[in-house]
């Protein structure tokens, strides 16, 4: 079946301009995460939404960025006024995790953010 | 604050030799604990370890979780150069996932 998929795979910005990365998650997939990762660094967790519970944003660097995940499903990562350190691939994944059972994450193929 | 390390940083090793790839953790309400392998940009999933002392297995990959000291370790037997890679660590808890840095392991001919 398909997996999880981001778009674009690729984004070149000007400093001070807003972002909008998408994710779409394997269709029947309750839990979404995002995270960023750096060149040569590990997973920097961002955000995590579980059904239609408050998302956890723990995760986020700043007030610039954002997130929100419409109908359960899709979701969208804003990065407002972006900065030349927001730089990074940004990925995705979805987990069926159900009833506080976790199961594994699957990934997107990430897109990776150049702010120029 | 919750701290996944992983050791060590990066190991280069050649075809046919084992490795055993080290992660340690300090997270409380800890749930589980996950491997993956990212070779590209997407980390690709190992194993999953919620008990202690059981060894899960697949193929030449192997890992244990030990909840009593807080570390895992990953093997990999009779390596092959299509194993290099980052390994990743991640424990998880409550949803959320603290990841380590990763090990890069290079496997040479």
């Known amino acids: 079946g398909a997996g999880v998929s981001q778009s674009p795979s690729n984004k070149v910005t000007e400093k001070g301009k807003d972002v909008e990365l998408r994710c779409d998650p394997i269709s029947g997939h309750t839990a979404l995460y995002w995270y960023r990762q750096s060149l040569g660094q590990g997973l920097e967790f961002l955000i995590y939404?579980?059904?239609?519970?408050?998302?956890?944003k723990s995760g986020l660097p700043s007030d610039r960025f954002s997130a929100e995940r419409t109908g359960g499903s899709v979701s969208t990562l804003t990065i407002q006024r972006t900065q030349q350190e927001d730089s990074a691939v940004y990925l995705c994944?979805?987990?069926?995790?159900?009833?506080?059972?976790?199961?594994?994450?699957?990934f997107g193929p990430g897109t990776r953010l150049t702010v120029t | 604050e919750d701290k996944v390390v992983q050791s060590p940083l990066s190991l280069v090793v050649h075809e046919g030799d084992t490795v055993t790839l080290n992660c340690s953790y300090e997270?409380?309400?800890?749930?589980?604990l996950l491997w993956y392998k990212q070779e590209k940009k997407a980390p690709t999933f190992l194993f999953m370890l919620t008990s202690s002392g059981i060894e899960k297995k697949s193929g030449r990959l192997s890992s244990i979780l030990d909840k009593k000291e807080l570390f895992s370790i990953l093997n990999i037997t009779a390596t092959q150069t299509g194993d290099s890679a980052v390994y990743l660590c991640a424990v998880i808890k409550a949803g959320k996932s603290t990841f380590g840095d990763g090990t890069t392991l290079t496997v040479k001919p």
């Open positions: 994944a979805s987990s069926p995790q159900l009833a506080g059972v976790q199961y594994e994450q699957y």
């Open positions: 997270v409380t309400n800890f749930r589980s």
């Open positions: 939404f579980q059904g239609n519970s408050a998302p956890d």
